[in-house]
């Protein structure tokens, strides 16, 4: 904290809801944070139960004791580095509300991308194959879905295998992790969203948590894939706060995406499709390693977003 700025709770001034979004957005970004008045209003609208919006009805507000304290505590939480998800314990992800704690990886915009091409996979299967939506046409959800066995390995909080149950509601799925911490997690989100009855979690690593003879149509993961070598330089709020188990892959990232690519065709229907996301190293990788895997076909790579590679895609033969 700034010497020259006055702690909140000490000042003879009246804390309103005005006055202490200002006063954390100017700590906060001082202490380094990146999106320093969005973290205040979160944080604030977190503290008095109300959305973000209502702040900006009641600037005029002030605080109650509980309140300020309450914010004290998170505020320097915050400026510790700790993401704001696990300050307030929720995150959204595809316009869902996700439970998150430390024990799992916080829900990235990023992975969106790969729900996207799950999605869209899994109406292209639904409808027997016919062709995909043109480039730029919206997924529509398989409502009519033919019945569809989906696998998540390392599902964490579970986010990617449960937008797919809620959107597929035909859909069946098979959710993993090493971490039994993440599977409590993973539940407790598959119950919020009313899902459960469809998700089965089972804890083990990577395939050795699926029964040998099960079959799937699609076949999704997002491992780890951090190498070793980069973890160090990640950021404060990433590499101090989020579980290591969920990041670290090994000398080049490769650890869990190579035993995957390796495994999946024994899991896969004829023309199911496996699909991965990969950090932007890992993408060339994981494409030569499908490649060179007689069990697959049309191996792609779909960029984000920002228009870097990280799905790659691939088809049972
Ligand atoms: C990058 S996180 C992905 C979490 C979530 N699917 C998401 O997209 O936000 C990777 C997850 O893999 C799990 N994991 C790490 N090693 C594993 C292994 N050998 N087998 C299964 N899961 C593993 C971690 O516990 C973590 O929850």
Sequence with gaps: MASSQPAPVESPEVWTVARILEWTTRYLKERG????????EILLSHTRKCKRIQLYTNFDTPLTDAERAQMRDLVKRRANAEPVAYLVGHREFFGLDFNVTKDVLIPRPDTETLVVQLLERANVLAMGNSPPAAEGEAVKPAKNAAELRILELCTGSGCIAITAAVNLPKA???ATDISPDALKIATDNATKHSVLERLEFRAGDLFQAVPDDAKFD????????????????????????????????GPDGMRL????????????VPGGWLLLETGIEQSPLTQQALESNAEFQEVRVVKDLAGRPRVVLAQRK
Excluded: F, Q, W
């Excluded at 944070?33 to 205040?40: A, H, I, V």
């Design 33 to 40: 944070s990146e999106t320093p008045r969005l973290d205040s």
């Design 172 to 174: 069946k799925v098979l």
């Design 218 to 249: 699609l076949i999704a993961s997002n491992p780890p894939y951090v190498p070793d070598g980069e973890i160090a330089g990640l950021d404060p709020d990433v590499r101090d706060h989020e579980p290591m188990l969920a990041l670290r892959a």
């Design 257 to 268: 995406l190579t035993p995957i690519v390796e495994n999946a065709g024994r899991y896969l």
